[in-house]
């Protein structure tokens, strides 16, 4: 492998976050100077959160730089410290997968990947290995097998755990930055916590990252940030309602494009997503500015149902909901067949939602698929799982905070709310 090259000039990313971001190596300042990394400018952070919390237009590009100085950082303070167990032959491979992590992001990309299959890993992963990519040939010019190294550690399959750890675990780089800059951006309280602290108390141990025991309470701080950011903002019910509303618009659209319908308005990389033969190429090309564009043209659509969707999303005219504390499937199976009588389809006007934790991690040790678990290391040079000495980690583990939230279109209902079954009217609260 080529000695990792250090650019003549320092360069320097001035950051809300962060205050400066620091660019030290000739490959990384290539990278970022990647069209496929640029092409992040253009791929909100937080997807629909925008519509609940104003200024949550930060982008992919912002947070990938933001993860990767969080990098920098923890390596500087292991090599600072000379710690034994840090792989120093490793830093430019950390740093890389650091900053190409989220590379793969498609606009709203939850909604996309919901409707379409894919995901955004496996797309970081292709662009990081096809060869036509410019990310690709910046990474082969440090060795021919660097790309499938960053690769590694992006799918989590490399073969040094420390490695991983610092981009995908559950103390890791990626959380800290996108939650105080989520935080900073929506405008609450609830994702700030000590970053100096924890990265002073972060180690290298034995082939794992662990934290000196003594700073427990700065990760407790931390996950109990985590949490608050999930259920105040990740999961608000309103940006639920708009990720609702653009999932039934790709629905719809996909259901029209199976049945042949001919749609006044199309881009090929779309369509080529319809017919699952999406290339890197294609995929470059769907940022939010194109789908936007797309949403607009279809609400000219002859098909009532996906100009109408897409109305809504453009216009915020999006879902209520109401608050049920468990499933009542009778319940639910009624209104789908009033709404039937009606002449509305409930399969793109009725959504039941459960905010699962399928970001939140919460800790369950030993579980499949379980990301790696923050360790603490005591005076002794024992590693005990956190969540065994923590009583705050352990409470935060076991809360179900989750309820079923019934979304439909709140017009519909009160213009007919006396052919609705009691039992719906009550529901609704239209009696």
């Not at 920098?72 to 740093?95: M, T």
Request: charged share 25%; net charge negative.
């Amino acid at each position: 492998m080529a000695s990792p090259s250090p650019l003549k000039e320092e360069k320097v990313f001035k950051d809300p976050v962060h205050k400066y971001i620091y660019v030290q190596d000739e490959t990384v300042w290539d990278l970022i100077n990647t069209k496929e990394f640029q092409r992040l400018r253009r791929i909100r952070q937080l997807g629909t959160c925008f519509l609940t919390f104003h200024g949550a237009e930060h982008s992919r590009f912002s947070h990938s730089l933001g993860v990767y100085e969080i990098t920098r950082k923890i390596i500087s303070q292991f090599e600072r410290n000379r710690y034994e167990d840090w792989p120093k032959e490793e830093r430019l491979l950390c740093l890389c997968a650091a900053l190409l992590h989220d590379v793969g992001h498609g606009p709203f990309s939850h909604s996309i990947e919901k409707t379409f299959g894919t995901n955004h890993e496996n797309w970081s992963c292709r662009i990081v290995l096809e060869e036509d990519t410019e990310v690709n040939q910046v990474l082969r010019r440090v060795a021919p097998d660097f790309p499938e190294r960053v690769a590694g550690v992006i799918a989590k399959t490399y073969h040094k755990e420390i490695v991983v750890s610092l981009v995908s675990s559950q103390l890791d780089a990626d959380r800290m930055d996108y939650l105080l800059r989520d935080a900073y951006f929506t405008g609450v309280n609830y994702g700030t916590f000590d970053l100096e602290r924890i990265l002073r108390v972060m180690r290298p141990y034995r082939g794992h990252m662990v934290v000196k025991e003594s700073g427990m309470h700065a990760v407790e701080d931390y996950l109990m940030s985590r949490y608050q950011m999930y259920w105040q903002v990740y999961f608000h019910p309103v940006t639920r309602s708009a990720e609702v509303v653009l999932h039934k618009v790709f629905q719809r659209a996909k259901q029209l494009y199976e049945e042949g319908y001919r749609f006044r308005f199309m881009v090929s990389p779309l369509l080529r997503l319809f017919r699952q033969e999406l290339t890197v190429a294609d995929y470059h090309m769907l940022d939010e500015a194109l789908m936007q564009a797309v949403l607009m043209q279809w609400t000219f659509e002859e098909d009532g149902i996906l100009a109408d969707l897409s109305s809504r999303f453009l216009s915020r005219n999006l879902f209520k909901y109401v608050t049920l504390e468990r499933m009542d499937a009778s319940l639910v199976e009624a209104l789908r067949t009033q709404m039937q009588q009606l002449g509305v389809d409930p399969a793109y006007y009725l959504e039941i939602d459960f905010p699962s934790d399928q970001s939140y991690d919460i800790y369950r040790p030993g579980e499949q698929d379980e990301k790696l678990p923050i360790l603490l290391l005591d005076e002794n040079d024992n590693l005990t799982e956190i969540s065994r000495k923590s009583e705050i980690v352990r409470s935060i583990s076991g809360i179900q905070m989750g309820k079923y939230h019934l979304y439909y279109p709140q017009e519909l209902l009160l213009n007919h709310s006396q052919a609705l079954q009691p039992s719906l009217r009550k529901l609704f609260d239209l009696e």
